[in-house]
T-cell receptor
Framework: DAGVTQSPTHLIKTRGQHVTLRCSPI?????VSWYQQVLGQGPQFIFQ???????GRGNFPDRFSARQFPNYSSELNVNALLLGDSALYLC????????????FGPGTRLTVL | GIQVEQSPPDLILQEGANSTLRCNFS?????LQWFHQNPWGQLINLFY???GTKQNGRLSATTVATERYSLLYISSSQTTDSGVYFC?????????????FGKGTKLTVNP
């Protein structure tokens, strides 16, 4: 079975632009979470979606938004990019919400110039 | 919010040596996972272990939830074990299972 997939793999943008990152969960998983990992740190939670509803939001500005589609795939959008948004963006999927194990995709490496 | 502390931050071993990585957390948790992050950034699931002991080959893990710590044991280390090991916990809270990560332990195994 395929694991969590993310696209694109790498992305280069300039300050002020907008970016959309995509994630497809493991088949049968209904929950998707997004994390940001800057160099040298552990991943930080951005959003969790379950059955197309937002179930949790981390401490990120309103420039960050996300949504989940009926097929459980998800998009993360970031507006008005800043240099500090340069990071590895990770998507994780799990069966549902609660105490389920989370599985991570390979990530999208975003560079903002 | 919950705090997750991992130790040591860096660890250098010779191939064949054993090691113990520690994760302390400051509050009760719903979930605890150990990950290995490879040089390309992929987080690989090692253990899902909110409590108890599990073993998988040369790796084993123990979580003592009442004392708020978890240990990851690596025996007979190999160069392919190199990378960053993260502990992540999901604090008790309704309707969400966000993972809070520690800063990681960077393991280098030399041949």
């Amino acid at each position: 079975d395929a694991g969590v997939t993310q696209s694109p793999t790498h992305l280069i943008k300039t300050r002020g632009q907008h970016v959309t990152l995509r994630c497809s969960p493991i088949s049968g998983h209904k929950s998707v979470s997004w994390y940001q990992q800057v160099l040298g740190q552990g991943p930080q939670f951005i959003f969790q979606y379950y059955e197309k509803e937002e179930r949790g939001r981390g401490n990120f500005p309103d420039r960050f938004s996300a949504r989940q589609f009926p097929n459980y795939s998800s998009e993360l959008n970031v507006n008005a990019l800043l240099l500090g948004d340069s990071a590895l963006y990770l998507c994780a999927s799990s069966l549902s919400v609660g105490s389920d194990e989370q599985f991570f995709g390979p990530g999208t490496r975003l560079t903002v110039l | 919010g919950i705090q997750v502390e991992q130790s040591p931050p860096d660890l250098i071993l010779q191939e064949g040596a054993n090691s113990t990585l520690r994760c302390n957390f400051s509050d009760s948790v719903n979930n605890l996972q150990w990950f290995h992050q490879n040089p390309w950034g992929q987080l690989i699931n090692l253990f899902y272990i909110p409590s108890g002991t599990k073993q998988n080959g040369r790796l084993s893990a123990t979580t003592v939830a009442t004392e708020r710590y978890s240990l990851l044991y690596i025996s007979s280390s190999q160069t392919t074990d190199s990378g960053v090991y993260f502990c992540a916990v999901a604090p008790f809270q309704g309707g969400s299972e966000k993972l809070v990560f520690g800063k990681g332990t960077k393991l280098t195994v030399n041949p």
